[in-house]
Structures are given as structure tokens and as C-alpha cells.
């Protein structure tokens, strides 16, 4: 069965910084292109950031760019985002995601979230 | 980066047929992905690429595309179909491709 776990949420002061992390499990995790998805409270889902499989290429949106940090331990089927500078819209229930076809943005699985909270 | 535009809500008499639509210039070049989000939920795919349902989504799901818009449409909407849906399609603007979402589509079951 195809698991994907988030952890690494929690109360963070503007400018701080966190660390998600996303547990896989059920599947080949170096196969799949990986995606973190956000959703602020009452709004609709924010495409976040991307890396393939083998964690050489990355993309971020325009509103995490030079923020924020995608990467994989393929060895240990984890995901992560470093998030630094944090403000206090980037407060959002955090998603990690598992693309079906490389690239294509076709959302396969996805975790149960992790709430990520940036206030003084 | 691209833009994908939803309708904030649209309503459904149970069993009728209703159509979602979304809006954006990568859609001609790239097909939309459709989720269903419940509350307190992750997001479900529903539909993917040309017309492709995943296993244990009901064959009332449906998917369509022409020009710069694609459709989901259910087919005998039932109640438990209540739930926001949100399109998405890759995103090849700018130096790194990624992914836009629209603004999600809050559909009611009557």
C-alpha cells in the first residue's frame, strides 16, 4: 500500500525556519518525480515546489523561490522541504505528492498534511 | 508563470449531470488533472490525461479538453460528489516547468 507521511509542522516565528520531511512507503520512491503542495486555511490548493527522481532537478514557484528547498534521500524514501525566511503567508496545511508520470502534474497519492503556522 | 481559472461554485440537482469547467493557456498544450477535496481531506485525483480515471473512482467521473478548456463532468451526480474540485496541468512557463492549480470549484449536490 502506497504511503506517503508528513511530519515537521508546528508554530514557527516570522523569519524562522522549518524542515518538512515526507515519509514514502508502498513504492519505488527513487522512480517518482515528488511534489509539495500547500493550502492555506479556507483557500484552495498552491503548487509549492517539484523534484525528479533522482534529485537533480528542481522547480519552485515564484512565491517560495530563494526560500525555500526541495530535496530527497532516495536511500531513506524521504522527501524534504527546508523552509527558511518564513512569513506569515506561508501559513498552510503542507502536502507531499506523488506524480504518476513524470512532469505531468497527475497527483497520484498524497500525504495527510502537515500544518505549518507562521505567527508572532 | 500560467494561470488556471475555475468557477468559485457551481450546483447540481441530485442524479442531473454537471460540468466543471477550467481555464488557461497551458491547458493547450498540456491536459488537466482533476481532485476532489473533501473537508478536513486530502486531495483525491479523480481524472488524469486524456480521459483516465484511477482505480475505484466511479466511471460517473469523466474528463474533456478543447482548446484552452478542459471539463470534468459527472455524469448522475450523487450526494456523497459534494466537494470542492480543483483542476491543475503542468506548467512549462519560465526556466523550470512545474505545476499551476486553479482556484478550486465548490460543487453542491441539491
Known amino acids: 500500500e502506497v504511503q506517503l507521511v508528513e511530519s515537521g509542522g508546528g508554530l514557527v516565528q516570522p523569519g524562522g525556519s522549518l524542515r518538512l520531511s515526507c515519509a514514502a512507503s508502498g513504492f519505488t520512491f527513487s522512480s517518482y518525480w515528488m511534489h509539495w503542495v500547500r493550502q492555506a486555511p479556507g483557500k484552495g490548493l498552491v503548487w509549492v515546489s517539484r523534484?525528479?527522481?533522482?534529485?537533480?532537478?528542481?522547480s519552485y514557484a515564484d512565491s517560495v523561490k530563494g526560500r525555500f528547498t526541495i530535496s530527497r534521500d532516495n536511500a531513506k524514501n524521504t522527501l524534504y522541504l527546508q523552509m527558511n525566511s518564513l512569513r506569515a503567508e506561508d501559513t498552510a496545511v503542507y502536502y507531499c505528492a506523488r506524480d504518476l508520470i513524470a512532469a505531468a502534474g497527475d497527483f497520484d497519492y498524497w500525504g495527510q498534511g502537515t500544518l505549518v503556522t507562521v505567527s508572532s | 508563470s500560467s494561470e488556471l481559472t475555475q468557477d468559485p461554485a457551481v450546483s447540481v440537482a441530485l442524479g442531473q449531470t454537471v460540468r466543471i469547467t477550467c481555464q488557461g493557456d497551458s491547458l493547450r498544450s498540456y491536459y488537466a488533472s482533476w481532485y476532489q477535496q473533501k473537508p478536513g481531506q486530502a486531495p483525491v485525483l479523480v481524472i488524469y490525461?486524456?480521459?483516465n480515471r484511477p482505480s475505484g473512482i466511479p466511471d460517473r467521473f469523466s474528463g474533456s479538453s478543447s482548446g484552452n478548456t478542459a471539463s470534468l463532468t459527472i455524469t448522475g451526480a450523487q450526494a456523497e460528489d459534494e466537494a470542492d474540485y480543483y483542476c491543475n496541468s503542468r506548467d512549462s512557463s519560465g526556466n523550470h516547468p512545474g505545476v499551476v492549480f486553479g482556484g478550486g470549484t465548490k460543487l453542491t449536490v441539491l
Open positions: 490525461g486524456k480521459n
Open positions: 523534484i525528479n527522481s533522482d534529485g537533480s532537478s528542481t
